[in-house]
């Protein structure tokens, strides 16, 4: 599956994709980062933890959001977020995967 158009709307917070057979996902940005299926962030490297938790203060987190999106060949899409990660390689294949319609999620069980 491929993305025929990819669009950071900051706006909404969202990142949005239209896909080659015509579907189209909205990705919120947290929740994007929260996927983010880099080996730090699944924890496959161990579960050391890397940052702090001083629970949950929503008012002191910074803004969350990708400071750029480059893709990366033809198959996936890299994202630089604002908290200095940018090891997330999320290729379409993934992304299409945690697509958040209800059909998808549906789709997925
Ligand atoms: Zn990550
Ligand atoms: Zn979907």
Redesign the pocket.
């Known amino acids: 599956m491929t993305p025929v158009k990819i669009k950071l709307e900051a706006g909404n917070d969202t990142l949005a994709i239209e896909w080659s057979d015509g ?3 909205v990705y919120g940005y947290r929740e994007l980062r929260d996927r983010c299926p880099c080996s730090t962030c699944t924890g496959s490297e161990g579960t050391q933890a890397t940052e702090q938790t001083t629970g949950k203060l929503p008012m002191f987190q910074t803004a969350l959001r990708p400071l750029r999106a480059e893709l990366v060949g033809r198959y996936a899409l890299q994202i630089f977020w604002s908290d200095g990660h940018s090891t997330g390689i999320y290729s379409f294949d993934y992304l ?1 995967s945690i ?7 549906r ?1 997925a069980g």
């Open positions: 579907h189209h996902s299409r697509c958040p319609c209800p059909e998808c999620s789709a």
